[in-house]
Nanobody
Framework: QVQLVESGGGLVQAGGSLRLSCAAS????????MGWYRQTPGKQRELVAT??????PNYAESVKGRFTISRDNAKKTYLQMNSLKPEDTAVYYC??????????????WGQGTLVTVSS
């Protein structure tokens, strides 16, 4: 069973920085894309950033120039968040898709980590 574990959320003042981490575990043959999404109460989950297996990033317009997604190996991804704004407050979820044992496709979500930005 493939699982994602996130860490790094917390409370920060506007203009500050946080770094989120996500690690995949389980019998994984390959991971295609890893990404970060966020959700606030009453709203749909929205894309923040993704990164492919070859390292190509993609960002939501609202975070371009402030957030950086990276991947240091096939199973870990990070989200460096700078110049945080109160509107970045949300639960952040890690997502990954790929192939597990016996070539089975998977897509999994982490449990979420809360980021709170105070004004």
């Amino acid at each position: 069973q493939v699982q994602l574990v996130e860490s790094g959320g917390g409370l920060v003042q506007a203009g500050g920085s946080l770094r989120l981490s996500c690690a995949a575990s389980g019998i994984i043959l390959s991971i295609n894309t890893m990404g970060w999404y966020r959700q606030t109460p009453g709203k749909q989950r929205e894309l923040v950033a993704t990164i492919t297996s070859s390292g190509t990033p993609n960002y939501a317009e609202s975070v371009k120039g402030r957030f950086t997604i990276s991947r240091d190996n096939a199973k870990k991804t990070y989200l460096q968040m700078n110049s945080l704004k109160p509107e970045d407050t949300a639960v952040y979820y890690c997502n990954a898709d790929g192939m597990s044992l016996f070539g089975r496709y998977f897509e999994v979500w982490g449990q979420g980590t809360l980021v709170t930005v105070s004004s």
